[in-house]
């Protein structure tokens, strides 16, 4: 049977990222040995983190001045990279999630924050709105799209200070004005590739200015230096990204990205408010177009577990919500197709008409 993939994260990514990559762990351009059995120096390996890297500047429109590195570690480490490199005195955060608050979180441990504001009180249901961002911070923290509860923050905010962002599941689905940030993050395996490696983007005359002593292998000059090649880097993931960063170029850039992103929401939102069944779980104009979650209207609540099994054993996979949500959440990263999504729409109608 077909299946369609709404995994949250390691989720989907276009097959011939994953078929092309798998040739390459068979026979690395035909050197009759495996990507994952030759060295990261090997003079055929450099090439693929340049063009990545060439990619990613490319797609980004990244102006001069800011170098691209990919890192092990994971999302999660920059929660306490970022702040160790860049918290000087004190960092503002804006708290809209779980992933939010962990980085929030991580930054106590190197100065004094502040959370501008927060949705926690109603269950991150909502970006925060017509709050101040104080002007004596270092930077502005924030996570542009709310993996878990489905919200997003899909502009570059306007704000006195510089911005860093956890773009870890919505990047490469838009245009993005890197000159408003200082660092730009993210888990590959959302949006960009296999689990494994976090793409870093920083302001190279940022670096450097904290007042501490950091680990050479936290220092971020370190990695830029060397040009991500310090110390083993994962090899396989970033080969990875480098197909999905090629077939991102060549199916129209991050704007065509934007555009099937918007067809996609669109699709299945309009079904979700459409449906008596169902109902969407946070604020309409905060809605994620990555992360759509759901969850069956109070009437119908009995009707979760059968509507669940009903889309399973359509091919749906990974459409389960997550435990502080409840109910669903079907994410649509780039490789989403909508042929994807009309299958799950076409279950929601189906599901209706037989209940
Ligand atoms: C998944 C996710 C993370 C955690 O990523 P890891 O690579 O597992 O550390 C952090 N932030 C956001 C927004 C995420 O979606």
Not at 12 to 27: F, G, S, W
Not at 194 to 202: K, N, R, W
């Amino acid at each position: 049977m077909k299946k369609y993939n709404f995994n949250a994260g390691p989720s989907m990514l276009p097959r011939e990222v994953i078929e092309n990559t798998a040739k390459q762990i068979l026979d690395f351009n035909g050197s009759g040995l495996s990507l994952m059995e030759i060295s990261h120096r090997a003079k055929d390996f450099q090439p693929v983190v340049d063009e990545a890297v060439a990619l990613i500047k490319d797609l980004l429109q990244i102006p001069d001045g800011y170098s691209v590195i990919f890192l092990g570690g994971g999302a999660s480490l920059q929660f306490c990279q970022v702040p160790c490199n860049f918290l000087i005195k004190k960092a503002a955060y804006l708290n809209t999630g779980t992933w939010a608050k962990k980085a929030l979180k991580e930054a106590k441990h190197f100065g004094e924050t502040v959370e501008v504001a927060s949705s926690a009180d109603a269950n991150y249901s909502y970006i925060p709105k017509g709050w101040d961002c104080p002007t004596d911070v270092d930077y502005l923290h924030i996570t542009t799209n709310n993996t878990i509860y489905g919200t997003e923050i899909r502009k570059d905010l306007d704000v006195p200070v510089r911005l860093i962002a956890d773009m870890s599941s919505d990047i490469f689905s838009r245009p993005v004005d890197v000159a408003k940030y200082d660092c730009i993050y993210g888990g590959a395996q959302k949006n960009l590739a296999m689990a494994g490696v976090t793409l870093i983007i920083l302001k190279d005359e940022c670096l450097g200015k904290a007042p501490r002593d950091i680990p050479t292998m936290l220092d971020y000059r370190t990695h830029v230096e060397k040009g991500s090649m310090f110390n083993t880097p994962p090899v396989v993931p970033i080969y990875s990204a480098l197909e999905t960063l090629r077939w991102i170029k060549k199916n129209g850039g991050v704007e065509a990205m934007d555009k099937l992103a918007k067809q996609r929401a669109d699709i299945l939102y309009s079904e979700i408010d459409r449906n008596k069944l169902f109902r969407g779980t946070v604020n309409e104009e905060d809605r994620s177009l990555m992360n759509i979650c759901f969850v069956m209207n109070p009437e119908y609540a009995e009707l979760e577990k059968p509507f669940f099994e009903y889309a399973t054993s359509l091919g749906m996979v990974g459409i389960k919500g997550h435990r502080s949500v409840g109910g669903f959440r079907a994410s649509c990263y780039n490789a989403q197709t909508i042929e994807g999504v009309n299958a799950l729409v076409n279950a929601m109608k189906e599901f209706e008409k037989n209940n």
